[in-house]
């Protein structure tokens, strides 16, 4: 059973650009969080997301960040307009139902030149 | 509202030392907790997790915690550690049934020949 996929590992954009981050929760996983990491920082919920819905982004930034589960493929975060503030590490995480454990994947680092 | 301190930043110990990473959380009854280990570029991995019943907990790659409410505590422990220990370890916080976990700032563990 293949673990929870993160593609791009690594992304450069420059200031101005839009990021998309992509993640494939484990097989038989319905539930997906994102989660970012600032340098020296600890991981911060971002969003909850099961398919086609958005449960809770209570901890997205207002503006320029979304995040979407579709019926098909993976939950993308979409960065708009980027800063270099935005730079930092995303996580996803899945799970097979809201409580339950979560298994997160290898990240995405996002720099911002 | 919930929150999690790992109060030492940075820990070095030999290899075959013992070692003890300290966990404090602040919540108003027993929360889920968890430890996990993330090695330089790499996800996070699940060490192991507590929800209710025996305050001492297995986890894997030989490593236990013990959850003591008195203290608000959920220390990391392991008998001898490895050189391949070393990578940065974080304490998590869940309220039970939900999914929001709160991280803490994580322990960077050094470990010497």
């Known amino acids: 059973n293949a673990g929870v996929m993160q593609n791009p590992r690594h992304l450069v954009r420059r200031r101005g650009q839009e990021a998309r981050l992509r993640c494939s929760p484990m097989?038989?996983?319905?539930?997906v969080y994102w989660y970012r990491q600032l340098p020296e920082e600890g991981l911060k919920f971002m969003v909850y997301?099961?398919?086609?819905?958005?449960?809770?982004e209570s901890g997205m930034p207002k503006e320029r960040f979304s995040a979407e589960f579709p019926k098909e493929g993976p939950s993308i975060l979409r960065i708009q307009q980027v800063v270099r503030g935005d730079s930092a590490a995303y996580f996803c995480a899945s799970s097979p139902r809201e409580d339950g454990e979560q298994y997160f994947g290898p990240g995405t680092r996002l720099t911002v030149t | 509202a919930q929150s999690v301190t790992q109060p030492d930043i940075h820990i070095t110990v030999s290899e075959g030392a013992s070692l003890e990473l300290r966990c404090n959380y602040s919540y108003g009854a027993t929360p889920y907790l968890f430890w996990y280990v993330q090695s330089p570029g790499q996800g996070l991995q699940l060490l192991l997790k507590y929800f209710s019943g025996d305050t001492l907990v297995q986890g894997i790659k030989g490593f236990e915690a013990e959850f003591k409410r008195s203290q608000s505590s959920f220390n990391l422990r392991k008998p001898s550690v490895h050189w391949s220990d070393a990578a940065e370890y974080f304490c998590?916080?869940?309220?039970?049934?939900?999914?929001?976990?709160?991280f803490g700032t994580g322990t960077r563990l050094k470990v010497l020949a």
């Open positions: 097989k038989g996983h319905s539930h």
């Open positions: 997301l099961q398919k086609e819905n958005i449960i809770d």
């Open positions: 998590a916080v869940g309220a039970p049934g939900t999914y929001k976990y709160i």
